[in-house]
């Protein structure tokens, strides 16, 4: 059988080792359909995997990349023919089942998105899982029924994947945003995918009171723990905040308070076994909605050889926005 370049984790000694080889094609898993693998993406969740910071990987060997584009091969699958393009985010891809850190990968069709009109393969992974969730936010808020004529919106980690995007989408739909950032430096890059005024990540990221003078309407967090506590604490009455990230922990420090002294609504988006319909409206509207050139000023290209070294950058916040990586 035919071999193909990936990044592999394998379990180590010391925990596990990270290695750029060969793979053989025969001990790729089971799918019907087997894809040519050309841009993926690099998220928080890749890092954990590659790093070994979180037991996010859960199958030795295992090749990362939760997320891709590419064109299929082979396909045992009705709704996919050779030369169809695709994309893939979550379904375990990268954690229980081998993912995009590679020439190709074998997956179940369903879990594929044929590639919106509107946007190439290199565009689908700039937006990626990162801003596919950002999206399922926004869908979530509007579910909700919260409107820009309710207040402002935040967005935490709004220098990050999910947060870049997040930004740009509000600021399209008409959301005054407030975007939330340990760094500095970065205001100029937020105020120029739309963001309206910078609040700095200290202000959110220290325990604070149960209930806080309302700020904002809604939000869309990426960081959970007390920075989520605080958001949930100032949001204005029948408001709601779109969680869907933990980089600074999975706990929640909070009180019952805001939800029932002003009726707060707490969303959580599960973008990993989001149902097939969802799914497609969400890039649907990503290919309709985000503005392309504010995507292009959010990404940085990298090669397939360079992504071993990212991981610990992503999780120490030394990436901004998207990174592609291209495989092809």
Known sequence: MPTFKAWVIEKAEAGQSLSFHDFDEADLMDGDVTVRVTHSGLNYKDGLAMTGHSPVVRRFPMIPGIDFSGVVEASDH????????????????????????????????????????????????????????????????????????????????????????????????????????????????????????????????????????ERWAAGIDAVGSTTLANLLAATKADGAIAACGLAQGMDLPSSVAPFILRGVSLLGINSVTTPGRKRREAWARLASELDLDKLAAMTTTVSLLEVGGLGERILAGGTRGRTVVQVA
């Open 78 to 213: 009705p709704e996919y023919r050779p030369g169809d393009t695709v994309v893939l985010t979550g379904w375990g891809v990268g954690e229980t089942h081998l993912g995009a850190y590679a020439e190709k990968a074998r997956v179940k069709g369903d879990w594929l998105v044929p590639l919106p009109e509107g946007l190439s393969p290199a565009q689908a992974m700039a937006i990626g899982t990162a801003g596919y969730t950002a999206m399922l936010c926004l869908m979530a808020l509007e579910h909700h029924g919260v409107t820009p004529k309710d207040g402002p919106a935040i967005v935490t980690g709004a220098s990050g994947g999910v947060g870049s995007v997040a930004v740009a989408l509000l600021a399209r739909a008409g959301w005054h945003v407030l975007a939330s950032t340990g760094r500095a430096d970065e205001e100029d890059y937020l105020k120029s995918l739309g963001a309206a005024e910078i609040v700095d990540r200290a202000q959110l990221s220290e325990s604070g009171k149960p209930l806080a003078k």
